[in-house]
């Protein structure tokens, strides 16, 4: 889910998109999706962030802070509970600093189709948004809940005819937000009017290039880098939707891929003015608790 | 706030501090011939060597030449005491492309799989 954060008062219109928290990797035949920063992955596991940082600065000195954590739980070894939330901090020159928790956000995700001849995984989900309070809304999240049925998928380039594309992979997520109180038409009824959200990665697995195609002989520290490219929009779904205007923001970055976590750091850079003013960052620490603890805490409730 | 970031970060050292060596997916890091290569004589073996150590029992390593005949013979084993590594002898090779198609199951079975291609020089 992408979530828009309102920066603190004096910056008008600009808003600022913040990402929703990390989530798993999914390994599909020879292809790891490694967890994308701005969205969520394609599959389900046993997995943690601790934490993710970001920071975006707005215009006239504001910046807005958050660290978000996220918990992943298999019932099932394809179905899965998530967790999310996170802490934000928004502040302004000359003005008072505003702090809050974020929505506490949980998923429940099925990864429904998983092909490793074709390196294809696609998964099913829904996740309820619990209404926050009114420190929740002082940092632009809601009052009220939401529900939003998403649509996961991951495709590995393994087939593409030139052997040095095929390290490539795409991923994305596709959400319809359908809010607990829908903005209607006086506008004045502290609604949103709910809509579409999601992000698409372009991925380059150093590793798939070593072990899959060709080892050019790289160190071990290049061939566990994932250069990667993720782009994250929110358009309204339906009028009215005055205040909440189309959003588009691109994450270039880099994710390291060790074999029982990953770090990733991506700059995030609004494409249109609705996302923000200025170039932000993010940083992640994620766990892969189904290789650290694949005996307890890695194993689903029922294997 | 400062009390769950705390939480967190106590989290995190507890992940780090009690987790299991050694148990994870086994993903491969090395494989000889590598992947792509030219080789200039005929390789005896393939090799591969994996982040985590591997069950020889339930792991399979098939070489193939371009028609799709196997090159390869007898099970895959360990590399002297190595866990991490799984080898099978080949046969004599002619020049020409060959395939490595491989499954691996870790000692916590975690399956994985991939596959290769490598040359013998004419």
Avoid at chain 1, 61 to 71: M, P
Avoid at chain 1, 166 to 194: F, Q
Avoid at chain 1, 202 to 208: G, R
Wanted: charged share 15%; net charge negative; glycine share 10%.
């Amino acid at each position: 889910m992408y979530r828009t954060t309102a920066l603190a008062a004096g910056l008008g219109a600009a808003l600022v998109a913040a990402p929703e928290g990390a989530r798993a990797h999914v390994i599909v035949g020879p292809r790891v999706f490694p967890v994308t920063l701005t969205f969520d992955d394609p599959g389900t596991a046993d997995e943690a962030t601790l934490p993710q940082v970001t920071l975006a600065p707005g215009s006239d000195g504001a910046e807005a802070y958050a660290v978000q954590w996220e918990y992943d739980k298999t019932i099932t070894p394809n179905t899965a509970l998530i967790y999310n939330q996170g802490y934000d901090i928004l502040s302004q020159r000359g003005a008072k600093t505003r702090t809050g928790f974020e929505n506490v956000a949980i998923t429940a995700k099925w990864q429904a189709i998983t092909d490793a001849d074709t390196e294809s995984v696609v998964s099913l989900g829904v996740i309820r948004v619990f209404a926050g309070g009114s420190h929740t809304q002082a940092v632009g999240g809601d009052t009220f809940g939401s529900t939003v049925p998403s649509l996961y998928f991951g495709q590995g380039g393994g087939f593409l005819p030139v052997p040095l594309l095929r390290p490539l992979a795409l991923s994305g997520e596709i959400n319809y937000v359908i809010p607990d109180r829908r903005l209607d038409s006086t506008l004045d009824n502290g609604g949103t009017p709910g809509g579409w959200t999601g992000g698409l990665s372009f991925q380059y697995s150093m590793s798939y290039l070593q072990t899959e195609v060709r080892d050019f002989g790289l160190p071990d520290f290049v061939n566990r880098l994932i250069p990667l490219v993720e782009l994250t929009y929110y358009s309204p779904a339906n009028a009215p939707a005055n205040g909440y205007p189309m959003t588009l923001q691109l994450a270039p970055g880099c994710i390291y891929l060790a074999d029982s976590y990953q770090v990733g750091l991506e700059a995030l850079i609004p494409l249109n003015t609705a996302a923000g003013a200025n170039v932000g960052f993010t940083m992640q620490v994620h766990f892969f608790l189904d290789d650290l603890f694949p005996d307890s805490l890695g194993r689903p409730i029922f294997p | 706030m400062q009390r769950r970031s705390f939480l967190a970060a106590g989290f995190a050292a507890t992940i780090l501090l009690t987790a299991s060596p050694g148990q994870a997916h086994a993903l491969l890091r090395q494989a000889d011939p590598p992947a792509g290569s030219k080789q200039p004589i005929p390789p005896p073996v393939v090799t591969l060597t994996f982040s985590e150590a591997v069950e020889t029992r339930f792991s399979t390593i098939a070489v193939t030449d371009a028609h799709g005949k196997r090159v390869d013979f007898d099970t895959p084993q360990h590399v002297g005491d190595d866990p991490k590594t799984l080898s099978v002898p080949l046969h004599t090779l002619s020049p020409g492309t060959y395939t490595v198609t491989w499954h691996a199951t870790s000692v916590d079975t975690h399956k994985t799989q991939g596959s290769y291609t490598f040359t013998v020089a004419g």
